[in-house]
């Protein structure tokens, strides 16, 4: 599965909420950066909401991105994820 790959062999990923679950980045192996913010994924993707990141988000008062990223094309919902490898 591509995902296995790349969080086998990547030493950085950054992404929206519609990439790799956050459940995927262990905290054993994954330091978490957090920008922007996390209200859900668009309506389409409803089904795909992810209680644990919207959890990040409500903990840890990530910086506001000043641009629309992916589905999110409003700057003030837009979602970005830094996973660096330890």
């Given at each position: 599965?591509?995902r296995?790959?790349?969080?086998?062999?990547?030493?950085t990923?950054?992404?929206d909420?519609?990439?790799?679950p956050?459940?995927?980045?262990?905290?054993e192996?994954w330091?978490?950066?957090?920008?922007?913010?996390?209200?859900?994924?668009?309506?389409?993707?409803?089904?795909?909401?992810?209680p644990?990141l919207?959890q990040?988000?409500?903990s840890?008062?990530?910086?506001?991105?000043?641009f629309?990223?992916?589905?999110q094309w409003n700057p003030?919902?837009a979602?970005l994820?830094?996973?660096?490898?330890?």
């Open positions: 599965m591509a296995d790959y790349l969080l086998r062999v990547s030493a990923i950054l992404e909420d519609s990439g790799n956050i459940r995927y980045f262990t905290p192996r330091t978490l950066r957090f920008f922007g913010s996390y209200s859900g994924p668009i309506e389409l993707f409803k089904k795909f909401y992810q644990d919207g990040y988000y409500a840890s008062s990530p910086k506001p991105l000043p629309g990223f992916g589905y003030h919902d979602t994820i830094l996973a660096v490898r330890k």
